[in-house]
């Protein structure tokens, strides 16, 4: 259950604004742990000095055909031989024009033409070039050449308008392209996932609800789209992002939590269950903020619905997967869920290691026994999850 190994990237900047973006993306993804070379083109290096990126990237940033590093003078060739892909960001319109005519007149544009491995670009100019039929028709042909395209992204610009054309932002590009290595245990299965805490409300102003964040839920959203499966991530009250690629509905309390559920639960083949459900909710909520005085106050509580039994409880249920978060004797408590909520997985941690915090320790509960994973961050420990559950699903449906 180990994660990925290191990646190698060749991270190719062209002449545009949003280079100055491309830095911070060097720095996130090198901070992921992707070991990133820059080359950038002339036009770049108006933009942001080869400087930035070799401090940022720890690497020699190249810049010329003719005299990179490669004992035989071919770095183009080298260095594509030694990456897992080629990104450009920013891609200008000039450089998928040249991209799509097979250009190879500086080192990037020859690197890409002599490349054996994926390339990804995420393109960034004015709205008016982008929605150029010239660039719309490079852009179908690079994707017909099987180059992957990212972005852009709408909003406002550089040179003041507003439009399509932005590159995509890089936390999300670095998001991406790290899913894209992933390999695809769930390619084209629909996953529902739901995350977070419920809050229950008590008046106009007040609730009940708990310390869950949210960030384990959305940490196993966004491995199952790496993982290649179309996400539906319904969440409790967060201050999380949600992954784009998400389908994301927003809820309050377990009631709205079980409606989002059941409105989404058709076609699913995979339910994972990670919100912590408030266990009760407020009988007779006021509906004006009540007014405090000198008497006790009593609130009279009802269960709610159980959501992952509901789905249990389908005629033709989707593979269900349980959270169980335990203050003490976790393995016996969490294996009782288990098999009290008949669940093939269940993933059970200590509340005092989890809440809020970035990373945890899980152990995960299935017929084959306990299985720990040590502790890691939570997109670490999400990935781990979301390998079991593919194992699991694909061994009851016999697929793989
Ligand atoms: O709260 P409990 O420990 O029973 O939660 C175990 C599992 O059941 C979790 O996966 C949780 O998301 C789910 N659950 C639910 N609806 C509830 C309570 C818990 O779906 N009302």
Known sequence: MNDIVKKRLILGVTGGVAAYKAAELTRLLVKNGVEVRVVMTE?????????????????????????????????????????????????????LAKLVHGAADDLLSTLCLARACPLLVAPAMNREMWDNPATQRNVAQLKRDGVVIIGPDSGAQACGETGPGRMVEPATLAEDVESYWHPKLLAGKRVLITAGPTFEAIDAVRGITNLSSGKMGYAVARAAIEAGAEVTLVSGPTCLTPPTAAKTLSVTSAQQMLEAVNKEIAGTDIFISVAAVADYY?????????????????????????????????????????????????????????????????????????LGSEDNELTLFDDDGAHPLPRAPKIVLARQLIARTAKLYHKEKGSK
């Open 282 to 354: 407020v009988l007779n909520p006021s509906e004006q903020k009540i007014k405090k005085d000198a008497h006790i106050l009593t609130l009279e509580l009802a269960p709610n619905p159980d959501i992952v039994a509901n789905v249990m409880n389908l005629p033709n249920p989707p593979f269900c997967v349980g959270f169980a978060a335990e203050s003490e004797n976790l393995y016996e408590f969490a294996e009782m869920k288990r098999k009290r909520k008949r669940l093939p997985l269940l993933a059970a941690n200590l509340v005092q290691d989890a």
């Open 43 to 95: 036009a770049a290096r108006h933009f942001v000095a080869p400087a930035t990126f070799q401090a940022l990237s720890g690497q020699p940033v190249l810049t010329d055909l003719w005299d990179g590093p490669a004992a035989n003078g071919m770095a183009h060739i080298e260095l594509t031989r030694h990456a897992d892909a080629v990104l450009i960001a920013p891609a200008s319109a000039d450089f």
